[in-house]
């Protein structure tokens, strides 16, 4: 089962509202990079149970995402950050406040997503 790097965006933006277990799984599988069976021990559950219990927990993320999109639209957000901070690079120099001022609103913004 390849590690997909858009679960890790999903699992930090919907971890909260998967139970104890999936999460626990979830993160060491994708964070800790554990294999079924180093993540089946401590959880008291066979490796094929673990792998199971991952895929219905990548179905869920996947759900959840597919109706509220939030992983989606924090994507879209950091790209209107980086076109802004792009943008306010080609202002003149003479302008060094507002490149500085949009500087610190665009690092406020990241901060906040």
């Given amino acids: 089962m390849p590690k997909e790097l858009k679960f890790v965006m999903l699992l930090d933006c919907y971890g909260e509202l998967l ?27 066979t490796r094929q149970a673990v792998l199971s219990l991952i895929k219905r927990t990548e179905n869920i993320l996947q759900n959840y995402e597919n109706k ?3 992983a989606r639209r924090l994507k879209e957000l950091r790209t209107c950050f ?11 120099d003479s302008n060094i406040n507002i490149k500085n001022k949009i ?6 913004g990241l901060e906040l997503i």
Wanted: cysteine-free; hydrophobic content about 35%.
């Fill in 19 to 45: 139970t104890e277990k999936q999460r626990n799984a979830m993160e060491l599988y994708y964070f800790e990079d554990l294999s079924l069976s180093e993540i089946g021990e401590p959880l008291g559950i």
């Fill in 68 to 70: 509220l999109g939030f």
């Fill in 82 to 92: 980086s076109n802004i901070t792009e943008a306010a690079g080609e202002l003149p």
């Fill in 103 to 108: 500087g610190e609103e665009v690092q406020k």
